[in-house]
Structures are given as C-alpha cells and as structure tokens.
C-alpha cells in the first residue's frame, strides 16, 4: 500500500510546483534507476519524500517508513542525502533518517557515522548499534570496521558480532572447538579490512 505522504495544507501555486517537482524527480528515477524495476508507487513514493521539507520529515515515525520499500529508499538516499546539490545539511540528515529506517544499507551505515562523530561513550555505543544493521544489510565496510574494533578489544563491537552471527557472510566462521576461522588465507582476510585507519583511543572516527 502505498503511504500518502502529500502536504497537508498548502497553496494552488505551492502543489503545483510540487506536482512538477515530484514529475521531474520520477523522471529521473526511470533515467537514474531503471536497473532497480520499480513499481509506479515505489518511484511515487520517493518522490513524496523527496520533496518534503526537514519539518515534515520529522513528523514520519519509525513504523511508518518502515512500510517504505528498499527500491524507495534507495533513490531516497541518493536523490536526497547523497546529492551534492542540496546544501541542507538538516534536510539531508533527515533524508538520511528516513532511508536508514527503511532498511537501506549504505544509509544505515552513514547514519550510524552520524552517532560515532557525536564522539560521547553513549554515541559510540549507539552508532555501534547502527553499524550492526548497517552489516546485518549487507554494508561490509560496516562490518570490517565491528571487526577492527572487536581486534582492539572492544566489547560492544564483540558482543554484536556474536549476536548477529555475521561470520558465514564474510568468508568466516567457527570450527567445532568454536575457534573462529577464515575462508580465505590470511593475506585475503587482510585485504577484506577496510582501507580506513582508526586510532585506538576514544577520538577516533567511524567508517567512511
């Protein structure tokens, strides 16, 4: 079912604009996006997000874009948060939002950046949380960097990758003494890591 997410009040000269706005944006989804085949009310979708404004994106609640679909979030995160074009920083941090709620890996891995750059040990923790989702859904970036925190010893990052099992998606899992091993040699295990460097103390960033 499609959400109606159209404004509530507004003038003739403001619908119109965003009847052609949302016309244009649908246009570039079939242009930018036709690998993904869409149905008509997933790219209608995106286009009623995409022209929100940040005070109306922050009305959506976590229930309702989680009824968004992947292929909506998609053109969601790259029309909108990913845009250079937009020059909004809290307009993009809410399409962001709304993208990572919807499931959209890449979005969650970049809305997870935004809670380890707060850079308070209750941040961490939570981004920490996002970068689970964000590997759960396919982000191995997201993963490699639970992985280099696990490797230093920290606890959150070792219990999450425990919780969520991610081993057999990465090329690793564990024996039958529960000794965990790779898949690959070692020099291909190296090579999975994520290019970024992260310094040990408690000021260091979070994955690209």
């Given at each position: 079912?499609?959400?109606?997410?159209?404004?509530?009040?507004?003038?003739?000269?403001?619908?119109?604009?965003?009847?052609?706005?949302?016309?244009?944006?649908?246009?570039?989804?079939?242009?930018?996006?036709?690998?993904?085949?869409?149905?008509?009310?997933?790219?209608?979708?995106?286009?009623?997000?995409?022209?929100?404004?940040?005070?109306?994106?922050?009305?959506?609640?976590?229930?309702?874009?989680?009824?968004?679909?992947?292929?909506?979030?998609?053109?969601?995160?790259?029309?909108?948060?990913?845009?250079?074009?937009?020059?909004?920083?809290?307009?993009?941090?809410?399409?962001?939002?709304?993208?990572?709620?919807?499931?959209?890996?890449?979005?969650?891995?970049?809305?997870?950046?935004?809670?380890?750059?707060?850079?308070?040990?209750?941040?961490?923790?939570?981004?920490?949380?996002?970068?689970?989702?964000?590997?759960?859904?396919?982000?191995?970036?997201?993963?490699?960097?639970?992985?280099?925190?696990?490797?230093?010893?920290?606890?959150?990052?070792?219990?999450?990758?425990e919780e969520n099992n991610y081993f057999p998606r990465y090329g690793r899992f564990e024996d039958d003494e529960?000794?965990?091993?790779?898949?690959?040699?070692?020099?291909?295990?190296?090579?999975?890591?994520?290019?970024?460097?992260?310094?040990?103390?408690?000021?260091?960033?979070?994955?690209?």
């Amino acid at each position: 079912m499609m959400i109606n997410l159209n404004a509530v009040a507004a003038s003739d000269t403001e619908l119109t604009d965003v009847k052609q706005r949302k016309s244009e944006i649908i246009t570039e989804i079939k242009e930018l996006f036709d690998f993904l085949e869409m149905e008509e009310e997933e790219m209608e979708t995106a286009a009623n997000i995409l022209v929100k404004s940040k005070q109306d994106l922050k009305h959506f609640t976590p229930e309702d874009i989680q009824k968004i679909s992947l292929n909506s979030a998609h053109c969601i995160f790259e029309l909108g948060y990913n845009s250079t074009d937009i020059g909004d920083k809290e307009l993009q941090k809410e399409l962001l939002r709304v993208s990572a709620l919807a499931g959209h890996a890449n979005a969650l891995g970049e809305y997870a950046g935004l809670f380890y750059e707060e850079n308070t040990p209750e941040s961490k923790e939570e981004a920490l949380k996002w970068y689970a989702k964000a590997a759960a859904a396919g982000r191995e970036e997201s993963y490699n960097f639970l992985l280099e925190l696990e490797q230093k010893g920290n606890p959150h990052a070792k219990l999450l990758l425990e919780e969520n099992n991610y081993f057999p998606r990465y090329g690793r899992f564990e024996d039958d003494e529960g000794e965990e091993s790779s898949h690959e040699d070692d020099e291909m295990s190296q090579s999975e890591h994520s290019e970024d460097e992260f310094s040990e103390d408690e000021g260091s960033e979070g994955e690209d």
